[in-house]
């Protein structure tokens, strides 16, 4: 019986490797030339949260509600708070409506749906020296 096992096991072995080279032709394909990978550039939202920082501010009239990404149904996906004490208007923008298109793109090609229920915006306050979103009817 122990042969018989053994003798199985080398001729499943045979089978499967050849000592002239490979057993299959898609192995025998010439190999895909190896690239070195390309330098990785942070994403849009990263870059936006980088550009943000720690939302420093001294009053509330320096902090914003950023609308960030967009809804399959409309409007942005969420928001986040940022002060123009510290950043640029128009460099923000630029990047909330580059990620915007992005998922806009993103959506559409994947067939996304949402339940299109509106979002209020936020607003944003300046608390321990950090713009921070709170919600709008909170404030009256």
């Known amino acids: 019986m122990r042969k018989l096992v053994l003798l199985s096991l080398l001729a499943c072995a045979a089978c499967t490797t050849r000592a002239d080279g490979p057993a299959t032709p898609q192995a025998s ?7 070195a990978p390309a330098p990785s550039q942070p994403d849009t939202l990263t870059q936006i949260k980088d550009l943000i920082g720690k939302a420093e501010c001294t009053s ?5 509600a950023l609308p960030i990404g967009a809804r399959p149904c409309g409007g942005p996906a969420s928001y986040l708070a940022w002060s123009t004490a510290k950043t640029s208007s128009s ?11 992005e998922q ?9 749906v949402s339940d ?15 713009c921070q979103l709170t919600d709008a009817l909170s404030l009256r």
């Open 104 to 112: 806009q793109e993103r959506n559409a090609r994947s067939g996304m």
């Open 29 to 35: 394909q010439p190999a895909a030339p190896v690239s």
């Open 91 to 101: 460099e923000i923008q630029a990047l909330a409506d580059r990620f915007r298109g």
């Open 116 to 130: 299109c229920r509106a979002i209020a915006p936020p607003a944003a306050v300046c608390r321990a020296g950090s």
């Open 60 to 64: 509330d009239n320096q902090c914003q």
